[in-house]
């Protein structure tokens, strides 16, 4: 399954927002609920990001290292998806995998897509 370069949106809700990236769809051959949006926005660090999420929504699940950076793996209690979260200079980059539909897969399987990205783009993202 791969993404459809065709279905790319703008991540940020609104102008004038300080966040930047884009949104995709997966083809899939039938109507699919999966999407992967990656974007980047002002962030002193991981460890504020995990402060600034640390409602009763919000799962923090172990740091990996990718390429020899640490990444942050965080999922909602509440919703089907699951994120990456990468420190790039004084930004973050988010790296968000969704599935929107009836029956959601396991959390592990919307974490193995956002990582799965993360794997692909990390080499990109400047330090």
């Avoid at 927002?17 to 962030?43: D, E, M, P």
């Avoid at 790039?88 to 980059?93: C, E, F, I, P």
Wanted: glycine content about 10%.
């Amino acid at each position: 399954m791969s993404i459809d370069p065709t279905t790319a949106t703008d991540a940020a809700g609104t102008d004038g927002q300080t966040l930047r990236g884009c949104r995709w769809r997966y083809i899939t051959g039938k109507h699919s609920g999966w999407s992967i949006a990656q974007f980047v926005g002002n962030s002193a660090s991981l460890a504020a990001d995990k402060a600034k999420f640390r409602s009763g929504d919000d799962i923090w699940l172990a740091d990996l290292s990718i390429n020899g950076r640490v990444v942050g793996l965080h999922r909602s209690a509440q919703l089907a998806d699951c994120d990456t979260y990468v420190q790039s200079g004084r930004a973050g980059v988010h790296t968000v995998a969704m599935y929107v539909g009836p029956t959601p897969p396991p959390p592990s399987e919307i974490c193995d897509r956002a990582l799965a990205f993360t794997r692909a783009t990390i080499s990109k993202m400047p330090l």
